[in-house]
């Protein structure tokens, strides 16, 4: 992800390929835990942490602004390295919606809002203009196979 706003110059073309927020996902049959999950369920569960450095994520940032904290279990650096965890142990993950919504469909875990405010980010492609076609292909095909993966 980038951070932005327009592309650095004219070398640069850039396209908004979706905006999203952020979900939390846990095997609700198991915990006994209904969607939406409150704050004092959220903040008593183990948290996976998502993170490309496993140290600290965005939501521990929103949660520490609010005079929060959660108690993390574990970290993968990628979402699909949730999936058996979830389905194993008692913890949830906070992940991007996207994210979220296709790992509860594929593992037939729970997908809530979060029960703290999240921001909305959007997820652009930028390329060099010089180099390909003024639309890559992948964003086209991106766009016709997605057209709103929220």
């Known amino acids: 992800m980038t951070r932005w706003r327009s592309p650095p110059s004219r070398s640069y073309h850039q396209e908004q390929l979706f905006s999203s927020t952020y979900a939390c996902v846990f095997?609700?049959?198991r915990l006994e835990i209904p969607a939406p999950i409150s704050l004092e369920n959220y903040?008593?569960?183990r948290h996976l942490l998502v993170s490309f450095d496993g140290r600290r994520g965005l939501i521990d940032d929103l949660q520490e602004a609010r005079g929060l904290s959660r108690t993390v279990a574990g970290s993968t650096s990628h979402f699909s390295g949730t999936i058996t965890s979830l389905k194993a142990a008692d913890v949830l993950v906070s992940l991007p919606r996207f994210a979220a919504s296709a790992i509860a469909?594929?593992?037939d875990l729970t997908l809530s809002d979060l029960p703290i405010p999240s921001p909305l980010f959007t997820v652009s492609m930028v390329w060099v203009v010089a180099r390909s076609r003024p639309?890559?292909?992948l964003a086209s095909e991106f766009h016709s196979l997605h057209p709103y993966p929220g």
């Open 27 to 29: 095997d609700s049959a």
């Open 43 to 45: 903040l008593t569960l």
């Open 105 to 107: 469909q594929a593992a």
């Open 135 to 137: 639309r890559p292909q």
